[in-house]
Each structure stands twice: as structure tokens, then as C-alpha cells.
């Protein structure tokens, strides 16, 4: 990847009207360009975070033993009235006619259209307990778009869904995917609550909302440092001070947080109106019990960002960083920058991601102010001071000192860094 033939630029000074961090710097960082409120475009290093966050839950969804299909988002009305949804989502469903006057809705979430496909698939016991995902834009009309990728009207979303005969199987596979959902913040290197939710209206039990701590984020969660436990202020009554009906000596305290992800029981909610039943062992239907997790892909990416920054730029968690290393080659003379090119090539043949700075007619400072700026976790650096010890500079974004490393260990150095 040059940087001089990146179809991006990074901005010395943040588009006016954004005012959170991840909108600043996502935006001064070359990562995304706003079309509209609430509506983006993943540039080419955007793009490649989104596709690290993507590879990251698209792992642990498939070791779930889920699979993945892709469901559309143009959806007629007729499958949203067989719920009701078409009515009770008006506010926040795109709906519209089309010239011939049929009516149609952008799919804001997907359990009519799963559980209508299901009918098809799921016939028996035996067939159960059964999941699938997909990682799919949604389309939400949003009354407060603002917070950069946190709230989209076009944002992608990972939807999972489960089936089962009875609330025992439900029970079980609501647990693994809760800690798989762990694992898939902690793999970003975001700390995640499992925050206790109203059920809303399918469920007498809380649902499980996935909350990380920043001052971007839109939910108030009250949380208990000393063992985790977290409830959503909704349906909370405990004031900040309170003790922890948990644990003994915990305290709670009220905080802004960001919901992440979050598992839903649905019970038979959709399974009835859709028709979506089973035969038990002796012949007899009885309706499917359902369940959706989601994710808020883009979300994430801006959570990421709102927790992983300093005063320069971004500090992207490697494990989801455009690329491993940012090579900076720094003046014209011919020899550095042949060099330069040699150890590109020599860590993009070793299957190496990297950021080659061969912008001309910039000063060290410019360059220098940019790769902090994008948050690569390691700098590499090539001009003629490290030419004159056969070197390169490598420096961590993080916290790191400079130090000269000779090319032919550097691709153990950056790799024995990775996780
Ligand atoms: P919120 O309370 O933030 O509006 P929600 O309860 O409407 O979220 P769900 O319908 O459960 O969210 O969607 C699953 C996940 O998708 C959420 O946990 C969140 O991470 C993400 N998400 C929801 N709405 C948006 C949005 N407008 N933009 C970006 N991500 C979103
Ligand atoms: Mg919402």
C-alpha cells in the first residue's frame, strides 16, 4: 500500500462539525468521509479496519458452529405486517413506494425475514438447535445521528440468530454467546460489560447489553468496578454510591458507555406469527424458540478509536490496525529512497501489511505528524542517517523509544509483536 496512490488524504484540521474524537480523527486520519449525517464512506484505510473488525467476529461466530448467509435489505411491507413491525418501527424504518405504488421497507433488523426462511429449513426436533449470521448494512432513520461511526443510518451490523425446541437449548447456547462475545472485544482490546437490560416487550428476563466505557458513548451504565456487574440506568435503581448487589464492599457508580453488541431472548415473539414450528418426537408442533445477537460493526470501529487514542492520533490495537508497520522513507536522495523500496518489498514478500510513505517533497515533521495521526503500531523509518548504519528507525506508535534495526530482523522484530 503507497500512501501516494491511497485514495485518501489526511486533514491538518477536523471538519468543523464534528465534535467526538473517533468523527475528528477518523475523518483527519483519512479513514472515512461523511456523506451525510449518519451515513459514510469506508476509505481504502478505513475499509481495512473494518475488514480486521469483520475477520475478527466472522472467527468467532463460526466457532460458535453458526453460519453465515447474506439476507437483503430491501424488504417488501407484507413481511414486516405478518409481525406487526411494519406498524410499531415506523419511526425508525425507511419506508417508501415504489412507482407502481407497492410498498417497501430497508431492512432495520432482519428477525421476519430469518424466521420466514426458517419455515423452509427447520422442520423437526432433530433439525434444532441451529444459528446463523451475517454482516449486513442496516438502515435505521435515526433521530440523532451525530458521534461520527456510533450512530449510523447506514451502518453495518453483525446479526446472529438462533433456533431451539425448548428454553434449556436456548439457555446454553445464550451463555457461549456471550463469551464469545467477550472474546471478541477483548481480541480489539476493549473491555466490554455485561450489562443487565430490559427485555422489552419479548421477554419477561433481561436481555444482555455489551457496554464499553467512554465519554462518547450515548448509554449510562451503572456499573461495580470491584466484580463487573453493570445494569443499563433504564432499568436501574441504584444511585451512584450505592452498594453493589452483588458483591460485598462494592460500590456502583453511573458511566457513559457505548453499547457494543447485545443478545436478546425472543422466545416465540416471531416463530408464531410466521409459523416457523417443529414436530416434537411423537409428531406433535410446537413453535421455535428464537433468539437475535447483534453487533454494531461500524460502532465498534469508532469505540475503538474513542478508547485507543492520545493527543497525535489514533493507536489502533494491532489486531486490527490498516496494516502492521508504517515505512516512512524521509528525503529525495536516491539511495535512501532505492533502500526504502528494497525493504518494502522485502516485508511485503514475507506477507507483511504495510503503509509505505513514498509521498515526495514532505518534511520528516509532515511525515511524522501523519503516522502518528493514522495510529500504525510501528514506524519504520529510512533516510540517510539509518542508511549510514545499513538501518532502519523502528519506533512503537505506542509509547515506543527508536531504535536501528538491521532489515533482516525486522520482520521477526514486527511479527514476534503480533498477537
Ligand atoms: P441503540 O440503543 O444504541 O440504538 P439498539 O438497541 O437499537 O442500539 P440493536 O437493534 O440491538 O441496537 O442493534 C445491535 C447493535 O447494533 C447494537 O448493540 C449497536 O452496537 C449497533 N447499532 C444499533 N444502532 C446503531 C446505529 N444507528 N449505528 C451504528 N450501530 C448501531
Ligand atoms: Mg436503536
Given at each position: 500500500m503507497r500512501q501516494s496512490k491511497l485514495f485518501s488524504r489526511t486533514l491538518k484540521?477536523?471538519?468543523?462539525d464534528e465534535v467526538s474524537v473517533n468523527a475528528q480523527l477518523l475523518a483527519r486520519g483519512g479513514f472515512i468521509s461523511k456523506l451525510m449525517a449518519g451515513v459514510h464512506t469506508f476509505l481504502p484505510l478505513g475499509f481495512r479496519v473494518r475488514e480486521k473488525v469483520i475477520g475478527i467476529i466472522r472467527e468467532e461466530m463460526n466457532a460458535l458452529g453458526a453460519s453465515e448467509l447474506l439476507m437483503p435489505a430491501l424488504h417488501p411491507r407484507a413481511a414486516w405486517d405478518a409481525t406487526g413491525r411494519w406498524e410499531s418501527m415506523k419511526s425508525v424504518m425507511y419506508q417508501f413506494r415504489d412507482l407502481q405504488g407497492k410498498e417497501y421497507g430497508l431492512g432495520p433488523t432482519h428477525e421476519e425475514i430469518v424466521a420466514a426462511i426458517g419455515t423452509h429449513i427447520?422442520?423437526?426436533?432433530?433439525?434444532?438447535p441451529i444459528s446463523t449470521y451475517q454482516i449486513q448494512t442496516k438502515f435505521r432513520s435515526e433521530a440523532r445521528a451525530k458521534s461520527g461511526l456510533m450512530r449510523g443510518r447506514e451502518f453495518s451490523m453483525k446479526d446472529l440468530y438462533s433456533f431451539h425446541a425448548d428454553e434449556q437449548s436456548l439457555a446454553e447456547f445464550y451463555e457461549v454467546v456471550k463469551h464469545a462475545y467477550l472474546k471478541v472485544f477483548k481480541r480489539m482490546e476493549l473491555t466490554a460489560f455485561v450489562t443487565e437490560a430490559s427485555g422489552g416487550d419479548f421477554s419477561k428476563e433481561h436481555s444482555h447489553e455489551f457496554m464499553v466505557e467512554t465519554s462518547a458513548g450515548e448509554d449510562e451504565t451503572v456499573l461495580c468496578?470491584?466484580?463487573g456487574y453493570a445494569e443499563n440506568k433504564e432499568i436501574s435503581k441504584l444511585k451512584s454510591g450505592a452498594t453493589c448487589p452483588?458483591?460485598?464492599?462494592g460500590v456502583v457508580e453511573h458511566v457513559a458507555t457505548s453499547e457494543v453488541g447485545n443478545i436478546f431472548k425472543l422466545g416465540t415473539r416471531f416463530s408464531e406469527p410466521l409459523n416457523l414450528r417443529y414436530r416434537d418426537a411423537a409428531g406433535a408442533l410446537h413453535p421455535v424458540i428464537m433468539a437475535s445477537y447483534g453487533i454494531g460493526v461500524d460502532r465498534l470501529v469508532g469505540t475503538i478509536v474513542e478508547v485507543h487514542h492520545d493527543d497525535r492520533g489514533i493507536v489502533w490495537p494491532r489486531s486490527v490496525a490498516p496494516a502492521a508497520a508504517h515505512l516512512v522513507v524521509l528525503g529525495e536522495d536516491e539511495k535512501v529512497r532505492a533502500y526504502a523500496e528494497k525493504v518494502y518489498e522485502a516485508l511485503t514478500k514475507k506477507g507483511m501489511e504495510v503503509l509505505f510513505?513514498?509521498?515526495?517533497?514532505?518534511s520528516a515533521g509532515e511525515k511524522f505528524t501523519d503516522a502518528d495521526l493514522i495510529g500504525i503500531p510501528a514506524r519504520l523509518v529510512v533516510s540517510e542517517k539509518t542508511l549510514a548504519h545499513n538501518k532502519v528507525e523502528v519506533k512503537e506508535r505506542k509509547n515506543g523509544k527508536p531504535e536501528l534495526v538491521a532489515l533482516k530482523d525486522l520482520p521477526a522484530l514486527l511479527g514476534s509483536n503480533r498477537e
Open positions: 484540521e477536523a471538519p468543523k427447520i422442520f423437526s426436533y432433530a433439525d434444532l468496578r470491584l466484580c452483588k458483591c460485598p464492599g510513505d513514498d509521498r515526495h517533497e514532505m
